[in-house]
């Protein structure tokens, strides 16, 4: 039989396992602001986005903490927000008389504070404070408010947002030495910039960041990839993290996770692409918690080369087609055991060195290969290595690792088993005759796990042996040439 004949024989299922798997975190109600390293999470960010934003808020000086008084406030430059449980949203989240604060610290009574008219135009006035707000100020106030539920913006939610007036307008002096026309509210300071284009001729002071004082700098990590600066489909690389004062890093390639190490130069993870993944820029990005508690993030563009994979051109047996007719229910139930695999972390590296050839015989399918089945176009591929050999062939782990999921005779996989090498990495064997470990069990590098056999969808005896970093399927020959993740 020729070696062309034996690769169309050896292996079938792949037709049923071959899937994209979706990113492996689900988004929360979380949001990281790098420019000054902090989160906004929950309430607060539902808070921060509903009722302005950026240029209303700012950003992010200081995680949320909890105060003296029990409350959880989170400092922005322009305001702080509190959150209060106790109440029922919106008034729930509520802001700091920041625009007060400030007075006072600069131990300024601002009953005393001068009532000059510096803007033309439409003024309200405010009983309560007896000051008035004009022109340009009074357009900007009415513009911005609290959602309340009301119609438009409502008095009461501007209200709630800035507060009244505590005093007039009037000219001040900013930190680059430049004369203001500002007003201070209970809840923030308006300051005029007539050369500014609209909508950016009112802006509001960044009271919270003159209270707190300004962000430092960021470090941003230093990221790159090994063993070569590009990564082609399907293969394994490792993604290297150079980042001072870090006490957790974590990213993600492309859409996948990655889960760092740390060594003595630095950070590290395994990584790859999909074997199907269009060639071109992918992004790896990479978050850093530092020891202050601030988080520095970067995206760093790499490029994805082609497999140049061939194409195999498979007709299936009638009786492999009438099989996955007959057990769909069982096939997706097999599908989703095995899937549910991959992404489970292990923190310990247990493997040192290169791998060993899980089994003796031939090859008969490499990894990669664009798979056609009865004609209609390739949507798969072959997502691991081939080995044909007798009935009875021993199987041994290429590597030490703790069995995790083991099968008898799977419709598709026949005898399986599964090994966790640890940081994400995972092996399968499928179609064994035998299967000689259970699952919790500890193997070493070339001790037997079972016996070569035909089991589940398969024409020939051979082992079907697959290598997994997270969800992504790699080329498991490149295993057996180098070590990966050395210290």
């Known amino acids: 039989m020729a070696l062309g004949q034996r690769k169309l024989r050896s292996c079938v299922v792949l037709l049923i396992v071959t899937l994209f798997v979706g990113p492996l975190y689900a988004e929360t109600n979380s949001r990281l602001f790098p420019e000054t390293g902090w989160r906004v999470a929950g309430r607060i960010l539902d808070f921060w986005q509903a009722n302005g934003g950026l240029p209303v808020f700012g950003l992010p000086l200081a995680p949320a903490m909890v105060g003296d008084d029990g409350l959880t406030y989170q400092q922005f430059e322009r305001n702080r927000l509190e959150l209060h449980p106790e109440n029922a949203a919106p008034y729930d989240v509520q802001l700091g008389r920041l625009g007060d604060a400030m007075l006072e610290q600069q131990e300024r009574d601002w009953q005393y504070e001068p009532d000059e008219q510096l803007l033309s135009g439409l003024c309200e006035e405010f009983a309560n404070t007896g000051r008035q707000i004009c022109g340009p100020f009074l357009d900007y106030w009415r513009s911005y408010g609290l959602e309340l539920g009301d119609e438009g913006i409502s008095y009461r939610e501007s209200l709630a947002l800035f507060g009244m007036p505590l005093t007039g307008t009037q000219t001040e002096t900013d930190a680059a030495g430049n004369a203001v026309v500002v007003q201070w509210m209970e809840r923030a300071r308006f300051e005029y910039h007539p050369d500014n284009p609209v909508p ?10 003159e209270l707190s004082g300004e962000p430092q700098g960021l470090p941003l990590p230093a990221v790159r990839i090994l063993p070569d600066t590009a990564i082609v489909q399907g293969h394994t690389t490792i993604v290297e993290v150079a980042i001072a004062d870090a006490t957790e890093v974590r990213g993600r390639l492309g859409d996948v996770a990655l889960t760092f190490m740390q060594t003595a130069t630095g950070w590290r993870a395994l990584g790859a692409v999909h074997a199907l993944q269009p060639p071109g820029a992918v992004g790896i990005v990479v978050e850093a918690t530092l020891v202050d508690g601030r988080v520095t993030a970067t995206t760093t563009p790499v490029q994805v080369l082609d497999g140049n994979y061939p194409l195999e051109q498979i ?17 997706a139930e097999e599908n989703a055991t095995v899937r549910a695999v991959w992404p489970n972390f292990t923190p310990e590296k247990y493997w040192q060195g290169p791998w ?7 090859i008969t399918s490499l990894y990669g290969p664009r798979r056609s089945y ?18 009875g062939t021993p199987i041994v782990a290429p590597a030490r690792g703790r069995v995790v999921l083991t099968a008898d005779n799977y419709v598709a996989r026949g005898g399986t088993v599964i090994l966790d090498h640890g940081l994400r990495v995972h092996t399968g064997y499928w179609h064994m005759e035998e299967v000689l470990v259970e699952n919790g069990q500890f ?13 589940g969808m398969s024409t020939g005896s051979h082992l079907h042996w697959e290598v997994r970093i997270g969800p992504t399927s790699v080329d498991p020959t490149e295993w057996l040439e180098r070590e990966w993740l050395s210290e």
């Open 356 to 362: 060993v050839m899980p089994s003796e015989g031939r």
């Open 443 to 455: 193997v070493e590098a070339g001790e037997m796990i079972g016996r070569m056999g035909s089991r």
């Open 200 to 209: 950016y001729k009112v802006l509001l002071g960044r009271l919270g960041a």
């Open 315 to 331: 007709n299936l047996p009638p009786a492999v087609t009438e099989s996955i007719a007959n057990n769909q229910e069982a096939l």
């Open 374 to 391: 009865n004609g209609v176009p390739a949507t798969s591929f072959h997502e691991g290595l081939d080995i044909a050999n007798a009935v």
